[in-house]
């Protein structure tokens, strides 16, 4: 074939789609961020969003702990089979946890899967769907040990504004009722000056919101031997100017020090934020959970981290029905609820997970009082969740503008935004335009009990460099949206930025608490 002749095979060419489906916690997020930077990187293009599965390539990134996980994924794969048949080279990979823990399983019971890879080598990805393609037989590559940092590889973050930024990967836990541990190992923890630097670079990009995130984030520093290097992160990230806000998730009451809870008062831009796992009230349930704490160890912290942040929105994971739970026990968790306030709470009925030392405890609770106790619960949360909020009427705060947080935002004419203490709140839209990233201030007029309202006008907008990388993005997705799709040059990232995705709580054991 002449020069000429290849020339015009590759004008033909199609530009290859790409999906990722996310289930599970934070860390699947992030790693699904990473997934998508790897293919784009490759030359994939994201399929649009209502593509349901029509697209060259869809990777599942699974979860192994959300009850029927198995499932769901073989439902969901069902589904794309005939799809498949009827389009020639479409290739299907399953990663995650549950693929970690499956692994041949998940070809044998879906054949028409082409790729199967786990927790510690998602870079491989684009490497083994294009083996699969030559070969033409399924690739299963599960490594034991992580291969590289996934904070190392290529990433198409979902928000222009506010980025995660892992700083551990792992578990040294040993609760009951968890598998995670198993599945992504053992702790490893990135040096700081990697984690300054990835963050000094986004918030160059304009990131003005970061969320530290780790298995266990807290215990940072136990792989690299400096039990105050979690206190000595916060406070380095005080001094990176145009950083507005810093998260992280989820701690562990076990590793909760007074040094964190000080470096969380005194660092600026440490949002006055706390989500931290009780799993349960009960000492004697704790115990058989192996959770290293008790119900006044748990108090304590909440109380010492109230006093020297009296604005703080504490919220949790709680597990009702853990095997043996008599009714006191389930009464010891209400009590430790009403005591901590909590501004919300995650709430999960227990359910056994195979491979879980849980899974074969005696004392399984009947599922009609595992219900019972859960129902019971969430109507003393909702209770307090409600008065806590009523509380933040007549305050006067700044909110970072969101993205796709306010479902009915079009048609009540308001936008959504985070207070620092990371409160969802509505607000009446103003005459000028604000974007995503953008800080406005205003004054909470109501509260319901899982949001707040500034019924009035706006009281300030403060334009910011987040939120002209957003307007930057956004425009950029809009020009390319205009074009028709052809071969990629080495131009990744093409297309309209997701909502960033809200954390959910791991009270069922998915390895952040």
């Known amino acids: ?54 697209a060259d390539v869809v990777v599942f990134n699974t979860c192994a702990v959300r009850e029927n996980a198995d499932n769901k994924l073989y439902g969901n ?47 491989k ?34 928000s222009a504004y506010a980025a995660w930024v892992s700083i551990s990967v792992g578990c040294n836990n040993t609760c009951t009722f968890c598998i995670v541990p198993a599945l992504r190992g053992k702790e490893k923890d990135r040096r700081p000056g990697d984690i300054l630097a990835e963050i000094e670079a986004l918030v160059g990009e304009g990131v003005s919101e970061i969320t530290l995130l780790g298995q266990n984030v807290n215990a940072y520093g136990s792989d690299i031997g400096d039990r105050e290097a979690f206190s000595k992160l916060l406070r380095a990230c005080g001094t990176i100017e ?14 909760f020090t007074d040094d964190v809870i000080a470096a969380m008062a005194e660092t600026p831009n440490v949002m006055p934020q706390l989500h931290m796992p009780m799993q349960s009230g009960s000492d004697t349930v704790l115990k058989a959970m ?11 912290i909440i109380e010492n981290v109230r006093a020297a942040i009296p604005h703080a929105a504490i919220t949790t994971d709680i597990i009702v029905g853990f095997p043996g739970e008599t009714e006191e026990d389930f009464e010891q968790t209400l009590h430790a609820v ?64 969101a993205e796709g947080e306010g479902r009915k935002d079009g048609a009540t004419h308001r936008l959504s935004g985070r207070a620092p203490d990371n409160r969802l709140v509505h607000f009446t839209k103003p005459d000028e335009v604000v974007r995503p990233g953008d800080v406005v201030t205003v004054e909470i007029t109501y509260a319901a009990p899982h949001h707040l309202l500034a019924e009035g006008a706006v009281l300030d907008v403060r334009r910011t460099r987040a939120g002209d990388a957003w307007e930057k993005r956004h425009l950029a997705s809009t020009v390319a949206a205009t074009k028709p799709l052809g071969v990629m040059l080495g131009l990744p990232r093409i297309g309209a ?11 069922s054991g998915c390895g952040c608490d």
């Open 497 to 507: 930025p997701e909502p960033l995705p809200v954390a959910a709580g791991s009270g």
């Open 338 to 401: 009403r005591e901590a306030r909590f501004a919300n709470a995650f709430t999960f009925q227990y359910s056994k997970r195979p491979g879980t030392p849980a899974a074969t405890m005696e004392g399984q609770i009947p599922k009609e009082v595992v219900q019972a106790r859960y129902e019971r619960l969430v109507a003393v949360q909702e209770e307090i969740s409600w008065n806590e909020n009523k509380r933040q009427v007549g305050r006067t705060l700044e909110l970072m503008v």
């Open 290 to 300: 192996r959770r290293s704490y008790r119900q006044d160890r748990y108090l304590g």
């Open 1 to 54: 074939m002449s020069s000429s002749d290849r020339s015009q095979a590759v004008d033909v060419q199609e530009t290859k789609t790409y999906e990722v489906r996310t289930y599970g916690c934070q860390m699947n997020v992030h790693d699904s961020e990473r997934l998508s930077g790897l293919l784009e990187d490759a030359g994939y293009v994201r399929a649009p969003k209502d593509a349901d599965g029509d």
């Open 125 to 158: 990805l684009p490497v083994l769907l294009e083996r699969a393609r030559v070969q033409e037989e399924a690739q299963v590559e599960i490594a034991e040990s992580l291969e590289a940092f996934p904070s190392t590889l290529p990433t198409r973050r979902e």
């Open 242 to 255: 145009g950083l507005e806000r810093v998260r992280f998730t989820s701690p562990h009451p076990r590793d």
């Open 77 to 123: 794969l069902g589904r794309l089979a005939p799809m498949k048949t009827k389009r020639p080279g479409m290739q299907i990979a399953v990663g995650g946890c549950l693929a970690q823990k499956d692994r041949d399983t998940i070809v044998k019971r879906a054949p028409w899967v082409d790729v199967v890879f786990g927790t510690h080598n998602i870079g």
